[in-house]
């Protein structure tokens, strides 16, 4: 069964900075990963999607890369505002019956 | 716009009185997904329907119901509710199983008291 870690659990950051988020998944067999942010007691808003066969994509000051072999995906953030404090998820995908397997979430602090 | 839409936002009710709660989506995707949120346990997956009267279970599926009778809509029933049910539930949906992205809804907040 596919299990998804991400870490930090929370990270409090002062604005501007460049950072990292971490996540780690067992099962390589994925079809795409996908990384939301989720404001408190908000929706999920899709960020990033990656499909199997991409090993990264890119919005604005966002990069998210994917790496089957290790089980591994970073999601970067660059300039940090705090506008982006909320907590991120990564989700992945392993299709058909679905197959969702969600991380617990990095809660972002970005300080002003 | 595509969305995915859920009604309530809010909920407060008793132990025992039916609800539902609706979830549409305008994209004509073929999946369509329920999902609690509960502090510590992250997101779990309720039911789930491939298609139009294909409906599945999740993992955890107890205490509820849903239904499939057209593409757009996929309600989450909860006939007898009871306090442990109090939740955040989100619906999502995806144009077809395999490497399509999922979109949610804005979610709503369960407490049954």
């Known amino acids: 069964k596919q299990e998804v870690t991400q870490i930090p659990a929370a990270l409090s950051v002062p604005e501007g900075e460049n950072l990292v988020l971490n996540c780690s998944f067992t099962?390589?067999?994925?079809?795409?990963l996908q990384w939301f942010r989720q404001d408190p007691g908000k929706g999920l808003t899709s960020l990033l999607l990656?499909?199997?066969?991409?090993r990264e994509q890119t919005s604005g000051r966002l990069n998210a890369s994917l790496d089957k072999s290790s089980g591994r995906s970073t999601l970067y953030i660059a300039a940090s505002q705090p506008g982006d404090s909320a907590t991120y998820l990564c989700v992945i995908s392993g299709g058909g019956a679905d197959g969702l397997t969600f991380g617990k979430g990095t809660h972002l602090i970005i300080q002003p | 716009e595509a969305q995915v839409t859920q009604n309530p936002r809010y909920l407060i009710t008793v132990t025992g009185k039916k609800l539902t709660v609706t979830c549409s989506q305008n994209?004509?995707?073929?999946?369509m997904s329920w999902y609690r949120q509960d502090p510590g346990l992250g997101l779990r997956q309720i039911y789930y329907s491939m298609n139009v009267e294909v409906t599945d279970k999740g993992d955890v599926p107890e205490g509820y119901k849903v239904s499939r009778k057209e593409k757009r809509n996929f309600p989450l029933i909860l006939e007898s509710p009871s306090p442990n049910q109090t939740s955040l539930y989100f619906c999502?949906?995806?144009?077809?199983?395999?490497?399509?992205?999922?979109?949610f809804g804005s979610g709503t907040r369960l407490t049954v008291v």
């Open positions: 099962d390589s067999a994925i079809y795409n």
């Open positions: 999502a949906s995806r144009l077809a199983a395999g490497s399509n992205g999922y979109t």
């Open positions: 994209m004509n995707h073929e999946y």
């Open positions: 990656i499909q199997s066969s991409q």
